[in-house]
């Protein structure tokens, strides 16, 4: 049973373009993270959302988790090459594991 | 502050061999765990160890061990190694448990292992 589903799987698209990427469970997060991973490397910590329906903002990037705490969104605007790389969340469900999605991997093209 | 360490950063290995990779935490941190990842199953979880004790463990056969050290360094074990085992192996630190409220997680870069 997958327990984070995150969508789409894959995205390519132009420089300057705006994108949303999405994680979804049918259970409730005790809190989520989104991190950024680049080919070779570990995934770097973008953000963690605690409070059902909190929004941040990291430059280009929008952050949301829902009311439900259910799921959570990933909004960039103006997409850069610098931005390509593999989207992943993280959950925690009561305060036990802690669980990844399969990522969105994102090209953005010059 | 020094990151997460992960030694080495790649390693071939023969079927039947066994491996073991060490990972040093962010000074402080007392969780570390360790994740699989491959293009086929992306990142899954190993195991966890805060303050020496494992406290969680994922799906993985018993071939696959770890132990976590009173400073808080982390070694994971893989024996008999088996071609599926070929993967980047991370580790990840945190101050807290995994799962406590706003915890955060910190990768290492990872290590490649190819076995043949």
Known sequence: ???????????????????TVYCNSSSVFSSLQWYRQEPGEGPVLLVTVVTGGEVKKLKRLTFQFGDARKDSSLHITAAQPGDTGLYL???SFNFNKFYFGSGTKLNVKP | KAGVTQTPRYLIKTRGQQ???????????????????????GLQF???YF????RNKGNFPGRFSGRQFSNSRSEMNVSTLELGDS???????????????????????????TVV
């Open chain 1, 1 to 19: 049973t997958q327990l984070l589903e995150q969508s789409p799987q894959f995205l390519s698209i132009q420089e300057g373009e705006n994108l």
């Open chain 1, 89 to 91: 969340c993280a959950v």
């Open chain 2, 19 to 41: 491996v073991t990779l060490s990972c040093s935490p962010i000074s402080g941190h007392r969780s570390v765990s360790w994740y699989q990842q491959t293009p086929g199953q």
């Open chain 2, 46 to 48: 190993l195991f966890e």
């Open chain 2, 51 to 54: 303050s020496e004790t494992q």
């Open chain 2, 87 to 113: 993967a980047l192996y991370l580790c990840a630190s945190s101050f807290g448990v995994l799962g406590q409220s706003g915890t955060e997680a910190f990768f290492g870069q990872g290590t490649r292992l």
